[in-house]
């Protein structure tokens, strides 16, 4: 591998290096975890991030945006800068020399798509080490790490404690911030990756304002499946957008399909794989039609690499979900807490929710806070439908104590979320506060009660709320 320099690394990014031409000789970084010798990406810094980077004796910051004080004290520091258009271009190199230099003969494994990402590279990720595989995963509870805006991944490569053999990875579908597009986030960051397997979850709408159509959603996705040059590419039988990439991708490509219709599908009694039973019933911790989506394709994913169908179903039944992924936070009244956050998650995990409820399904939803009056409208118009027949009752949160100011809740936000509300005859209960919304939850419900508490960021903090309030196992 070449030795790294800074000049070496701004032409890699088509980056302008203001500054020396120096060694290189540490990892990809963020600015807090840096050390000597380290490059710390980062998409916007000033004056006092260059200060901090000078003390930590890193080697360059690459950065998208720095302001000419920065510029200024980084030159009188003696500390090179590279500035680069687009640091998904900074995040891509550091992530290819990061697989390079660590993770050179490593099984790479991409999971994508609009839902389920998270808990199906967190299932493959757990039935290879039942397997016996050293696995790397990039995936926590938030579903933080599967993009090129920070190098995290390419640092948590870099740190992994032992000879990885293996690699999991979350790739998230569409990416943004702020008022950028990332454009064919999927086909960058999976073509950097050059994985043997990828699996995708589903097409559904959201990040509306990345994409605003189900086509456009289509092409970021199918970008992850673009110039493959892997083995396997996994798809779900039932999702006719995913039926209809299967049908494009060149036959040399091992294709198969999950889920009802195939030859992996869940029936009565369990999993079946070619008609026989590889996991019963008994051996599902949940039977919700999104955790058997995750779970028949993680198991898909394991059959091809030839892990013993017994090994599988262990590894399934042991299986301890992330975080905010249908879980149980208290009992007498059953409290789930999930991530749904766009129409398709909710409508799932409501259904789900009254699937397992013998009594009144108290809703909790976090409105989505600075995202817009589109997703927001599509959100309610979900949550109004899947409640409409439902014995019910709706609180609504801004959560406006636990949020930070990317995520506050604007006037015409909770204005449409209301609206759809008022448009569908439902009643609803209105909180400023998160903590307060739950409370009152706990208020009216009853012992044979669901509480059901689903949302983005809004919702993030509701479970050490309720362990303060002590209703939380």
């Known amino acids: 591998m070449k030795k790294l320099t800074t000049s070496y690394l701004a032409d890699k990014i088509n980056g302008e290096l203001l500054g020396e031409d120096l060694p290189i000789n540490g990892i990809f970084n963020i600015l807090k975890d840096s050390k000597r010798g380290d490059v710390v990406i980062r998409h916007l810094i000033d004056e006092n991030g260059v200060k901090i980077a000078y003390k930590k004796n890193v080697s360059c910051i690459v950065t998208h945006n720095i302001s000419q004080n920065a510029v200024l004290k980084a030159q009188k520091l003696n500390l090179p800068v590279i500035i680069c258009d687009k640091i998904e271009n900074a995040n891509g190199f550091a992530l290819k020399w990061a697989l390079d230099k660590y993770a050179g003969n490593t099984l790479r494994i991409v999971i994508t798509g609009t839902n389920g990402k998270s808990t199906t590279t967190h299932m493959i990720y757990t039935i290879l080490k039942r397997a016996g595989y050293c696995t790397y995963t990039n995936t926590d509870s938030q579903s933080e790490f599967n993009t090129l805006i920070d190098p995290m991944v390419a640092k948590q490569i870099a740190e992994f404690p032992d000879i990885m053999e293996a690699l999991v990875i979350e790739v998230s579908e569409v990416q943004g911030w702020m008022d950028r597009i990332m454009k064919d986030h999927a086909y960058q960051m999976t073509s950097i990756i050059n994985p043997q397997m990828v699996v995708l ?130 009992e007498k009244p059953l409290i789930i807490d999930d991530f749904a956050h766009n129409p398709d998650g909710i409508n799932a995990t409501i259904k789900s929710c009254a699937e397992l409820s013998p009594g009144k399904i108290i809703l909790v939803t976090a409105i989505r806070g600075s995202r817009g009056d589109v997703i927001n409208r599509v959100n309610a118009e979900a949550v109004a439908g899947s409640l409409k027949d439902l014995n019910h009752h709706l609180i609504i949160t801004s959560s406006i104590e636990v949020v930070n100011k990317a995520n506050q809740v604007t006037t015409s936000e909770k204005k449409i979320f209301t609206k759809v509300m008022e448009e569908n005859n439902l009643d609803l209960t209105f909180f400023d506060k998160l903590s307060d919304a739950l409370e009152y939850a706990i208020k009216i419900s009853h012992t044979s009660d669901t509480i059901l508490l689903i949302g983005a960021q809004g919702m993030d903090p509701a479970k050490e709320i309720l362990k303060e309030m002590n209703h939380e196992n």
Do not use: W
């Open 201 to 330: 979850t589903n097409v559904a709408l959201d990040h509306i304002g990345l994409v605003n159509s189900i086509e456009e959603a289509y092409e970021e996705i199918a970008g992850a499946v673009k110039d493959f040059k892997g083995k396997y590419i996994l798809l779900n039988n039932e999702d006719p957008l995913l039926k209809k990439m299967g049908e494009s991708i060149q036959s040399s490509i091992d294709v198969s399909y999950y889920g009802e219709g195939s030859s992996l599908e869940y029936r009565d009694g369990g999993i079946y794989h070619d008609f026989e039973l590889i996991i019963p019933d008994d051996n599902l911790p949940f039977k919700s039609h999104h955790f058997i989506q995750n779970t028949l394709a993680a198991a898909q994913a394991a059959l091809k690499l030839k892990i013993a169908p017994e090994i599988i179903s262990k590894a399934i039944s042991s299986y301890k979900p992330l975080d905010r992924r249908f879980s149980v936070l208290g």
